[in-house]
């Protein structure tokens, strides 16, 4: 089992859609990234979360750090949010690291 | 936050040759990541590349395959050698923390295929 899972791994939505992608992950954190990984390869960060809930545009993300889960919203979803995102976890202890999920692809049509 | 530039975006290589990635960054960032991200597969850290000393290794990766170079506290290099068809992956550098910032910041990747 992986230490960070994601679902759904794919995701079609129409344009205008509310998206939601789920994080959950089974080792102790410091704090949870959202990506937005593009055809390309390039990797933009979204959000870092440590606690609760950020906000930026029509993007959400929250965190539930009891319930090691996090999720990430889409509002009015639109085609240029398709894209893969990942959630990452940066890992407690001596030596931090990202542990990535396998990401949700996300497709939204017009 | 930072600007990373890597290079190059995308290439096709021939088996048992070698590429050299190149990424720049901004600002001065003491610790620089090399990642591979396999297809349909998550990203898994390569190594951890400080400047004036050796490259940190992850399990499953070392430096004879994968070396790299970090001249200052600007720029590094990873470089994939005797390139096999398993090589194919995207490779992405990172760094954390940049302009006294929080989180990390990626490049663009580099989309290999070895044929």
């Known amino acids: 089992k992986n230490e960070v899972e994601q679902s759904p791994q794919n995701l079609t939505a129409q344009e205008g859609e509310f998206i939601t992608i789920n994080c959950s992950y089974s080792v102790g954190i410091s704090a949870l990234h959202w990506l937005q990984q593009h055809p390309g390869g390039g990797i933009v960060s979204l959000f870092m979360?440590?606690?609760g809930k950020k906000k930026h545009g029509r993007l959400i993300a929250t965190i539930n750090i009891q319930e090691k889960h996090s999720s990430l919203h889409i509002t009015a979803s639109h085609p240029r949010d398709s894209a893969v995102y990942i959630c990452a976890a940066v890992t407690q202890g001596g030596s931090e690291k990202l542990v990535f999920g396998k990401g949700t692809k996300l497709t939204v049509n017009p | 936050s930072a600007v990373i530039s890597q290079k190059p975006s995308r290439d096709i290589c021939q088996r048992g040759t070698s590429l050299t990635i190149q990424c720049q960054v901004d600002s001065q960032v003491t610790m620089m990541f090399w990642y591979r991200q396999q297809p349909g597969q998550s990203l898994t850290l390569i190594a951890t590349?400080?400047?004036?000393?050796?490259?940190?290794?992850e399990s499953g990766f070392v430096i004879d395959k994968f070396p790299i170079s970090r001249p200052n506290l600007t720029f590094s290099t990873l470089t994939v050698s005797n390139m096999s068809p398993e090589d194919s992956s995207i490779y992405l550098c990172?760094?954390?923390?940049?302009?006294?910032?929080?989180?990390?910041?990626f490049g663009s990747g580099t989309r290999l295929t070895v044929v």
């Open positions: 590349a400080n400047q004036g000393s050796e490259a940190t290794y």
């Open positions: 990172s760094v954390e923390r940049a302009r006294g910032g929080y989180g990390y910041t």
């Open positions: 979360l440590s606690s």
